[in-house]
C-alpha cells in the first residue's frame, strides 16, 4: 500500500459523508419547502371550503410527493415517510366528504410532518443527544 | 450489501485478529458491527444511515492508527503502554494493582504458557493487547543451536508451486524454479502429468515436497 493511501481514504471519506451530507440536507429542505407551498393552498381551499379546488391542489402535491418519496427514503426514517403517506391519504378522504374540520386537523398534520423530516435530519445538538 | 461493505472495511482496516486488537481498534470493530446489523434488522431504517456510519468509524479508525504509527505521544495515549509485572524473578505487586491483574489470572498464565516457576522468569510484561509476554532466565530457557555452538542452515521462505493441478507462475518465478525444472523434478517423482499433482510446495530445505491426488485415500 502506498504511504499516503491511509490518509488519502480518510480524507476521500471525509470529503464524501461531509457533500453528501450537505447535498441531502439541501435537497431535503428544498423539496421539503415545495411540498409545503403545495400544501398552503389546499389548507386556504379547505378554509374556504372551495372543495374543488382543494382537491385539485392535493393531486398536484401528491404528485410532487410522489416524486420526492423514494428520494426520501434514501435519507429518511421509512416511518415518518409512511405517517406522511397515510396523513395525504386521509387529507383526501375528509376533502371528498367535505369534512372541513378533519380536513383541517389533517392538512396541518401534514404540514408538521413536511417540516419535522428536514429538522430531524438536520446536524444539530438536539438531534445529536 | 452491507456484507459486501463490511467485507472491504474490515480488510482496509488491517489484518489483525480480535485477540490482537489494540482497545480503540475493538470498541469501533463492535461498534461497526453494530451499525451493521441496525438496517437489516429494522427495515425502516434506510440503508444509508448504516453505510455512512460504518465509513466514518473506518475513517476514524484509520486515522487514529496513522496517528498512532506516526507519533510516540499519540500512541501511549491511545494504545496505552505495556507493563511489567514480573522483574528478575520477582512479582510488582504494585503494577499488578493498578492494571487489576490478580495472582491467579498471572499465574494461570504463565503455567499455560509452561512456566510454573515464577523464579524462572527474567521479565513478563502485560502488552496492550491484553497479552503476557515472558521472557525466561538464561538457565531456564531450552537450548538453542546457537547455545550448543552447531551451524544451522537458515531456512528458505516456503513456496507453493502447484495448488490442485495449477502451476503458479508467479511463485514459481518467485523460487527462482524454470518450468522445465519443475517438469524434470516432476519426473524424477515419475510424475508425468502436472494435473495429477494435487499441492507441491518448495519447503524450507529447498526441496519440493510432492502431494498426489488420491494418494491419502486408501
Known amino acids: 500500500m502506498h504511504k499516503w493511501s491511509g490518509w488519502l481514504l480518510v480524507l476521500v471519506i471525509v470529503a464524501i459523508v461531509t457533500t453528501g451530507g450537505l447535498l441531502s440536507q439541501r435537497y431535503l429542505d428544498r423539496s421539503a419547502s415545495d411540498l409545503v407551498s403545495l400544501l398552503k393552498p389546499v389548507q386556504q381551499a379547505v378554509d374556504h371550503q372551495d372543495w374543488g379546488e382543494s382537491a385539485g391542489s392535493l393531486a398536484k402535491l401528491e404528485k410532487s410527493w410522489n416524486r420526492v418519496h423514494s428520494n426520501w427514503a434514501l435519507i429518511a426514517e421509512h416511518q415518518e415517510l409512511d405517517h406522511l403517506e397515510l396523513s395525504l391519504v386521509r387529507l383526501r378522504e375528509f376533502i371528498e366528504s367535505r369534512d372541513e374540520v378533519n380536513a383541517r386537523v389533517e392538512a396541518g398534520e401534514a404540514m408538521n410532518q413536511i417540516r419535522q423530516i428536514p429538522e430531524r435530519e438536520r446536524l444539530t445538538w438536539r438531534n445529536i443527544f | ?218
Open chain 2, 1 to 218: 450489501m452491507l456484507y459486501i461493505l463490511l467485507v472491504i472495511v474490515m480488510r482496509l482496516m488491517g489484518k489483525r485478529q480480535i485477540g490482537q486488537l489494540q482497545p480503540f481498534e475493538l470498541v469501533i470493530t463492535i461498534i461497526i458491527a453494530e451499525l451493521a446489523v441496525l438496517p437489516m434488522n429494522n427495515l425502516g431504517i434506510p440503508i444509508t444511515n448504516g453505510v455512512i456510519g460504518i465509513l466514518v468509524l473506518m475513517a476514524a479508525e484509520v486515522f487514529i492508527s496513522l496517528l498512532a504509527l506516526k507519533s510516540e505521544r499519540v500512541r501511549a495515549l491511545i494504545c496505552g503502554t505495556p507493563t511489567m509485572l514480573i522483574n528478575n524473578g520477582r512479582l510488582l505487586p504494585e503494577a499488578m494493582e493498578r492494571l487489576r491483574v490478580n495472582l491467579n489470572d498471572l499465574l494461570e498464565q504463565l503455567r499455560s504458557k509452561e512456566y510454573p516457576n515464577i523464579s524462572d522468569i527474567a521479565f513478563a510484561v502485560l502488552e496492550n493487547n491484553g497479552a503476557l509476554s515472558v521472557i525466561p532466565k538464561a538457565d531456564a530457557k531450552p537450548p538453542t543451536a546457537g547455545d550448543l555452538g552447531r551451524a544451522v542452515v537458515q531456512p528458505l521462505f516456503p513456496v507453493t508451486l502447484i495448488m490442485d493441478g495449477n502451476v503458479n507462475l508467479n511463485n514459481l518465478k518467485l523460487a527462482g524454479i524454470g518450468m522445465d525444472t519443475l517438469l524434470a523434478q516432476a519426473r524424477l517423482q515419475q510424475i508425468t502429468d502436472i494435473r495429477e499433482v494435487f499441492f507441491a510446495q518448495l519447503t524450507t530445505r529447498g526441496q519440493i515436497d510432492w502431494h498426489l491426488r488420491g494418494e491419502g485415500d486408501s
